[in-house]
């Protein structure tokens, strides 16, 4: 194939330095080059093509991952990596696999959880992949609810063991990853019972599988949960179901770092604080809100490209048609997109921060922020993860039909993403958990107690209450001041609005389930504020690079006005800011449009992907677009023959008007 | 597995004839009966088992469907199924295949564009399918832009022949169903050339294979584009390439009712008015939102059953946790799904009175319905197919983690249906197409011309743009003609200020650009607009049994109300309500939920589906999920065996330090 850049004039327009862009996009100079490394690591390596995913039937798909894991393994090994740059490795193989589970919560799960004396046993085996372990919380009947989980672990004082059992069939462990094929171990959360009585959801570590042979110890059934969404996707997991039959461990198998039961088989509670917990899953939202931004920016540095290749329409007496990406409606819908990819890298570096902050809080005691951050991540994990979703599937149809073929890399990037909306807490029940913390916040104004970090703004709710927005031309819309404050000003009001009306309702609580579908958009409010208002910090800091800093600035602006325009309704239904600035804001949004047209395709470049974590012939470097396509439609399965398989069976008996179709 | 209805005290609990409401959906008694019949013919018929397509590779796939098509066949002629049993029949196959394209585009293609001699030379042959076509319009290159398809059909007087070719690479034509692997003939799209003159894009029968060995006839290259989005979904469909390199046909397989090329290679346009054109698209478009009720009822269907069965939360003191569909959250998103399943169904129904009193009128020479009818239904497609895109991934997400497995149904649902947003006419290029009408409207006004149809309430504009909604209580949002006039209002109001945004741009046509985004949103509002009146309409007819009336006024009320909450932004910016009016349809909204709760399991079994056709473990009739779950998952082939294929060579090395990974 010819070797041109047919998107070397969409580059060359670009008005800022793509190399700085490339650096704060990964975070500093340091991160670009590791992950620079390991993308091209990967890329380079043919055990790690992913192209043909889509043809595989499961099986085939499930060794080839097998394959894949162990080959990244080996290499990790080879190469002497850097924990940094292994997991930026697994980052580039970009394909579900029981690795994940093991390293990202088996082995947190032990740390956070684990004695010392435990975690000297357990973890050097973990770390070598000498047993491999998963996570094994949800249950067929239960999902967002913990509390409700069926599976028991009962005390045995005679043999100093816990019997773990399954008694019902919603109590079958069901979703965990990794389960259903490969783990030889597992945490295992159950009901603890001891001396008669129920304790509540603890975990246990849980052999399996035979080390020996691999096949399911005494006690146990285990299998695979089925296929799942999407082509390859995630059904390169083995997620699977698991029934315990009086399954016995050893006692010292219960994770006892929080709480303990002894010899005796009394249950005691250390000294230890339970809010570590709390810290646990602050730092797995904030590496969730992190995967959002890298899955919104491969979607978006896909249609960006194609939309600059593709050209529809518009075509005078013969010339070529116009780009795609110069129409207005596609810019409406696709820039907002690369806005948001950038806004929630940000905050998600800032999350990166704040789990560092409340960690070394932590360590000296100090829970007073852990509500707030806790809440904080809850919310940014369902707003980013949900907008990402819908954000892909946007930029699937904005490539229009070719955007539903498996070579344009969306169907799959969508059907791999998705589930990030339920996991680690489901996007609805994490928002309503938000607004609980924002209705305590509101009731506690006035009481002296201020307000702290993301929610310090409700301290000036008096102030926001009575804020009228001064803008009078669309170039206010610019002022960063002016969009933090009608941002603030929304969210407070739709939450004083909230509290109001469920001090209405008979009990607070009739008061909260009654209004809870407007909780969530006060939750949202909330959420989008804290988006807006880290990026605007990111863009007050000093940043190097020849017009680097004047693009972030504009597509802040996009984020914001982009955001003020879809909930057009809550700004003026809490009378923040009148229909005629609404309007404003509207001519603004296409006026940054303009702006930032010419530099769309250098700032997709900035994310410094490779052709092979993108996985899209739409979305390809040089834009060589529709060779590419035909050279991949060829390789299907159905093209090996002329005449399909089936033809003398079942297609020539039609058109003959021969019926005697045979019965498999 | 038990017999028992889970599901019965849901049932018991309706509080309306639940047969009459079958009728209702159905359309007629006669309809409904059809209905059952076929989709208990397909059903009890092993051939037509579907549940297995996630699991089968590719090519196994296809030959799948090529069987259940040749079968469905046999069993319409066997049976001497009517016309509307044989499509009624198909429906419930419910897998995209060949055949689809054979009766639903190319038999109206040579109906509608061939003469009387060509219709009786073509048409015998495919209603025997002794001959199987497609529609070869798109191509790679060239999507919603017809006028800019590249394939050339060039006369040759000397051979009296037509010479189809394909220029470049972009010309290839890419997309048709049924052409990769099985028809035998296409309607080929392709520039007239004649006389040294290109006279646009005209249709074309041409033989692609054999009809003895199916092979390409010489000059064909063809293919199939490859795997598509989803397990099943399209890949049961062999959308294909295509390439000519100078094949001739003869002259008289150019379709020449509107249009002909004379011996000579004269081009000669005949009396029969173009304008039929526009009256198929109004058929295809009709029988799209038809389709758009179908799917959208069957993921509603399977969200409202499983919410009524999942129960998560809310247990007092060990008792059963609260059922998901009790949640105000829940409500709020599931029941205006509900509401809209009931809204696409009715002005479906309309449509098709539309489309016969269209082709009255064109057999009358009548042309000026035309236009707005073309119009309303284009924006009726965009609007009711990214509605039921959109709602069906809803459903999913509301199904917590189980929607993600294919067992669910819902991943095949929307993979299969998304496609219905891009073709006959991209969602966002037919808003534009309705704006434009809507702009002539809006300047046609006061020049005595009277809009017509769907557009009459812009006759009122001056009242319209005057008028002040006067909502005092929230019950006063279920008075029809309230509802009916903000609606009116707001769609009037966005298209005048869009009109006037236009007017000071330096040109109309530089002015429709620009505003294309906002002009979107006024053409959506337009089509709200429609589809809530025509529910209004649909509610204020007689409709018998007990209760079935009351359902309808409540889901009529949730469609209009939750639009109007999506939308408020629209509603306040342009003056039609106050903030105060939009809280309280929010209240109305609230206690209309808590109205239909009881009555949501019945309202979607009067959709009357078969467990089959459905095709979802969670939304199965007696509600008995978890068994039936775990059932499913037993059948994946990965656990066909204890340990997995790949354990030997990928797992066990790692677990045993040994890193000789073998590169296949």
Redesign the interface.
């Known amino acids: 194939m010819e070797e041109v850049d047919h998107l070397a004039h969409e580059r060359s327009k670009a008005q800022f330095d793509g190399d700085a862009m490339k650096v704060v996009w990964a975070g500093s100079k340091h991160a670009l080059d590791v992950a620079d490394r390991m993308a091209r690591l990967v890329a380079s390596d043919p ?1 790690f093509r992913k192209d043909n995913r ?6 085939e798909l ?2 080839n991952t ?2 894949k ?3 990244a ?2 290499r990790i ?2 190469l002497h990596l850097t924990e940094e740059e292994a997991s930026m490795l697994r980052v580039f193989v970009d394909e579900p696999s029981y690795v994940d589970l093991h390293w990202g919560m088996f082995v947190p799960a032990i740390k956070g959880q684990g004695t010392d004396e435990q975690q000297k046993k357990w973890l050097p085996l973990a770390y ?5 372990g998963c996570y094994a919380q ?1 249950e ?6 913990v509390q ?1 989980l069926e599976t028991t672990a009962t005390f045995d004082p005679k043999t100093d063991e816990f019997i773990i059992h399954s008694p019902t ?2 109590s ?1 462990k069901w ?1 965990p990853g990794g389960l ?3 783990s ?1 171990h597992a945490v295992v959360y159950a009901r603890l019972i001891t001396e008669g009585k129920d304790y509540g959801v603890h975990g246990f570590i849980v052999q399996l599988r035979s ?1 020996d ?4 110890l005494p006690g146990i059934t285990i ?9 390859g996707a ?1 059904n390169t997991m ?1 997620n699977g ?1 698991l029934q315990f039959d009086h399954v016995c461990i050893p006692r010292n198998q219960m994770l006892m770092r929080v709480s303990q039961v002894t010899r005796e088989g009394k249950y005691i509670v250390s000294d230890v604080p339970r809010q570590l917990v709390y810290g646990t899953m602050v730092y797995v939202r904030q590496t969730i809100v992190s995967d959002a931004s890298k899955a919104l920016s491969r979607a978006v540095c896909i249609a960006v490209r194609y939309s600059a290749v593709r ?3 518009g ?1 005078q007496d013969g010339g070529p ?1 116009t780009q795609v990406i110069d ?3 596609q ?2 819908r696709l820039f907002p997109l690369l806005a948001s990819a950038y806004a929630f890298r940000f905050v998600g570096e800032w999350l990166k921060w704040l789990y560092a902050d409340v960690t070394q809080r932590l360590q000296a005691n100090d829970f007073s922020t852990l509500p707030e951050a806790h809440a904080c991540t809850a919310g940014l994990k369902s707003l980013t993860t949900s907008a990402t979703a819908d954000g892909i ?1 946007e930029c699937r ?1 904005l490539c ?2 070719h955007g ?4 344009s890399g969306l ?1 799959e990037l ?2 791999v993403y ?2 990030a ?3 680690e807490g ?3 029940v994490l928002l ?1 958990q938000v607004a609980r913390f924002l209705m305590k916040t509101v009731s506690q104004l006035g009481s002296g107690k201020q307000p702290v970090g993301t929610t310090a703004y409700m301290g000036r709710a008096q102030h926001l209450m009575q804020y009228k927005c001064d803008v009078c031309g669309a170039e206010d819309w610019l002022k960063p001041s002016v969009i933090l404050e009608a941002f603030e000003a929304r969210a407070v009001r739709l939450a004083v609005n909230c509290a109001q009306n469920i001090s209405k309702a008979p009990s607070p609580e009739e008061g909260f ?6 909780l ?1 958009e006060a939750a949202v409010a909330h959420c989008q504020l804290i988006v807006v208002s880290k990026f605007i910090e990111k863009v007050q800091q000093d940043i190097p690079g020849r017009g680097v800093k004047e693009q972030l600035q504009i597509l802040c602006n996009i984020y914001a006005l982009s955001v003020l ?1 879809k ?9 923040c800011i009148t ?1 005629r600035q ?2 404003l804001a ?1 001519d603004q949004l ?1 006026s940054l449009y303009s702006q930032i047209r010419p530099n769309a395709v250098a700032l997709v470049d900035a994310f410094n992907y490779t052709d092979h974590y993108l996985g899209s012939v739409l979305g390809c470097y040089d834009g060589n677009v ?2 590419k ?2 050279e ?9 023959s ?6 003398h ?7 003959k ?1 021969k ?1 005697r ?1 045979s ?2």
């Open positions: 055990v889509p043809m595989l039937a499961r099986k499930f060794k097998l394959r894991a162990a080959h393994w080996k090994n080879e070598k992949m000498q047993i491999i949800t067929l009947g239960h999902g967002s609810n409700g069939l919603t079958s979703w259903g094929k490969v030889t080390l042979d691999h096949s399911p299998g695979d949960i089925g296929t799942k969404f999407g082509n995630y083995d179901v050209r529809q329409f075509s048609e129409y207005k409606t810019q409406s599937e149809k229009g039909g539903y073929l498996c070579s169907p969508f059907a998705v589930p909306c339920t996991y489901d996007n609805v309503l389930s009654e209004l809870s579908a407007d969530v325009h909930h057009l309704g809550d700004f003026l239904v809490t009378g229909p609404g309007s509207n296409r529709y060779p396509l035909e991949e439609a060829w390789k299907d399965p159905l093209n090996d002329v005449v399909p398989d089936g033809y069976e079942y297609v020539r008996p039609v058109l008007q019926f179709v019965r498999l």
